[in-house]
C-alpha cells in the first residue's frame, strides 16, 4: 500500500496561484510513477501532470503546460503541484495517484492502471 493525503486546495480568483501537495507514507526506495488527475462532475476524471520519481522526468497535457509544475521532495515524502494562472476551467477536485511503472506506460493506459489514490482536494477558480 502506498497512502497518499493530498492538500493545499482551495478557492482562488483567476490568475491567482496555489500550491497542492501529496505526501506519499510509507515511501520505499521503489520508483513510481505519480500523478496528479482532475475531475468534474459529468466528467472522467483525467491526468495532466506526471513524474517519475526516479529520474524526475515530467510530462504534462498541454492545458497545464506553461501554467502548472509538478515537483517532488524526497525528503518530505511529497509531491507538489505549483498551479499558476489559474482559470475557472481550473475548477475540479484534484487528486493524487502513483503506479510503480513508468509514466510514458501507465499515462497512456489511463486512470485505472494507476494503483494508489489519494482522497482529493477541491480548487475553485472564480472569475
Known amino acids: 500500500q502506498v497512502p497518499l493525503v493530498e492538500s493545499g486546495g482551495g478557492s482562488v480568483q483567476a490568475g491567482g496561484s496555489l500550491r497542492l501537495s501529496c505526501v506519499v507514507s510509507g515511501y520505499t526506495s521503489r520508483s513510481y510513477c505519480m500523478a496528479w488527475f482532475r475531475e468534474v462532475p459529468g466528467k472522467e476524471r483525467e491526468g495532466f501532470a506526471y513524474?517519475?520519481?526516479?529520474?524526475?522526468?515530467?510530462d504534462y497535457v498541454d492545458s497545464v503546460k506553461g501554467r502548472f509544475t509538478i515537483s517532488q521532495d524526497n525528503a518530505k515524502n511529497t509531491v507538489y503541484l505549483q498551479m499558476n494562472t489559474l482559470k475557472p476551467e481550473d475548477t475540479a477536485m484534484y487528486y493524487c495517484?502513483?503506479?510503480?511503472?513508468?509514466?510514458?506506460?501507465?499515462?497512456?493506459?489511463?486512470?485505472?492502471?494507476?494503483?494508489?489514490w489519494g482522497q482529493g482536494t477541491q480548487v475553485t477558480v472564480s472569475s
Open positions: 495517484a502513483a503506479d510503480p511503472k513508468y509514466c510514458t506506460v501507465v499515462s497512456a493506459m489511463g486512470r485505472p492502471y494507476f494503483h494508489y
Open positions: 513524474i517519475y520519481t526516479r529520474t524526475l522526468s515530467t
